[in-house]
C-alpha cells in the first residue's frame, strides 16, 4: 500500500506568509545595497512549543541574539508533520531576517507529502549536532539487550511506538527490520512523552526516542536503555555504560540531526552573516549547555558543509522511504 499522504497549505496560511514576507520590517540592506544585518529576526519553529524543535529553536534564538545584538524572537507555527512552518519558510524567500530550527522533518515531508517544497530551496546555516536515538523498555521487561528484542519480533509481535508516522524512530525502526528481517508492529503517537508513557503503561513492548527525551526516566529507574543507535557510547549518564547497537550486533546507526536554516534566495552577504554568527554561538557556554543537557553529539557543519551532508542523509531517507511507500 503507498503510504503517501497529501498535505496542502491552506489558502489564508499561504496568503499569510507571503503578506507577513512582503511587509516582514527587517532590513536586507542599505540604501546604497550594501548588507545590512536584520534588527529584528523571526525564529520559526514548526512544531509546538515544550518539544525538541521548541527547545532547540528558543537555544539557537538566544544565542543569535547574544553575537548579532539582533533580537530573535520564536514562533511556534504548527501544523501537517511541521509543513506549513516549512512552508512559511517558503514564502520569506530572499528575506534574511528570517530563520528556522530544522531537523530531519525537512528531509522527509517532501518526501512522503505532497509539498511545494524540498530542502534544496532553503540555506542551510548550521547543524548543531546529532540527536541519536536510544532503544528502551519499561523497567520490568525481560528484554536485557537490542537483541532480545529483534529475537523476541521473529518469535511473535513486538509492538513499538514512534512519533510521527515518518519520524526517527519510524526510520531507525526500518532501518532494524532490514537489517534482522525481521518486522515491529508500530503504533503512532503525537510525542515521546505520549510514548513513554504508553511503554510505561504497558501498551507496547519497545520504544525508541532521543536520549535528552527519556532522561528522567533512566535516572529514576523506570525505564531500561538497551542501546544507543550511535558509533560511539555516550559519554553522559546515565548512559555511559549502555553498549551501542553495533557492539550488540545491530550494525545500525541513526540519528535526528538538529540546526538552522534560512530562506532560499537570500544574498551570499546574508548567507556568511548568520554562518559567522553561528561559528560565534558554538563557541558560547550556551552552546556547551544546550547539546549537553539534551544529550546531543556535538558534531556542527555550516554552510555548504552543512549542504552537503543533507545531500547524503536525503539518499538513504529516500531509499528507506521509498521502499515503504510502494509497499
Known amino acids: 500500500m503507498n503510504r503517501r499522504t497529501k498535505f496542502l497549505l491552506p489558502a489564508a496560511t499561504a496568503a499569510a506568509a507571503l503578506t507577513l514576507t512582503a511587509c516582514g520590517g527587517t532590513s536586507s540592506g542599505s540604501k546604497d545595497g550594501a548588507f545590512t544585518a536584520p534588527n529584528d529576526v523571526r525564529m520559526i519553529v514548526p512544531f509546538a512549543a515544550g518539544g525538541g524543535s521548541d527547545i532547540a529553536g528558543r537555544a539557537i534564538s538566544k544565542g543569535l541574539e547574544k553575537v548579532t545584538k539582533s533580537t530573535v524572537t520564536v514562533e511556534n507555527i504548527t501544523g501537517g508533520d511541521g509543513a506549513v512552518g ?7 524567500k530572499g528575506d534574511p531576517g528570517v530563520l528556522l530550527a530544522s531537523e530531519t522533518a525537512l528531509m522527509t515531508l517532501p518526501i512522503v507529502q505532497d509539498v511545494a517544497f524540498d530542502y534544496e530551496d532553503f540555506t542551510p546555516i548550521m547543524k548543531l549536532g546529532s540527536d541519536y536515538n536510544v ?5 520490568d521487561s525481560p528484554h536485557k539487550t537490542c537483541p532480545d528484542v529483534i529475537e523476541a519480533a521473529k518469535q511473535g509481535e513486538v509492538t513499538t ?8 524512530e519510524f526510520v531507525a525502526w526500518s ?17 515521546g512523552a505520549e510514548i513513554a508513557t504508553a511503554l510505561l503503561g504497558g501498551h507496547i513492548d519497545v520504544a525508541m526516542t532521543n536520549p535528552g527525551e ?14 544507543v543507535l550511535a558509533p560511539e557510547r555516550y559519554d553522559y549518564k546515565p548512559l555511559a555504560d549502555v553498549p551501542t547497537g553495533v557492539e550488540q550486533g545491530v550494525d545500525v546507526t541513526f540519528a535526528q540531526w ?11 552577504e546574508a548567507k556568511q552573516h548568520w554562518i559567522d554568527a553561528a561559528k560565534e554561538y558554538a563557541k558560547t557556554d550556551a552552546y556547551t549547555k544546550y547539546i549537553e543537557s539534551n544529550l546531543l553529539q556535538p558534531d556542527v557543519a555550516y554552510g555548504d558543509e552543512f549542504k552537503a551532508f543533507l545531500d547524503d542523509y536525503n539518499k538513504d531517507l529516500k531509499r528507506i522511504l521509498d521502499k515503504k511507500n510502494d509497499k
Open 175 to 191: 532501518l532494524i527490520e532490514e537489517q534482522s528481517n525481521v518486522k515491529f508492529e508500530s503504533v503512532v503517537f503525537e510525542s
Open 135 to 139: 532503544v528502551m523498555v519499561d523497567a
Open 214 to 227: 527519556a532522561l528522567g526516566y533512566f535516572e529514576s529507574g523506570d525505564l531500561k536503555p538497551l542501546c
Open 161 to 168: 511506538g514512534i512519533s510521527g508516522a515518518t519520524g526517527p
Open 258 to 268: 538538529r540546526g538552522f536554516i534560512a530562506p532560499g534566495g537570500i544574498s551570499a
Open 86 to 92: 516549512y512552508s512559511e519558510l517558503l514564502a520569506s
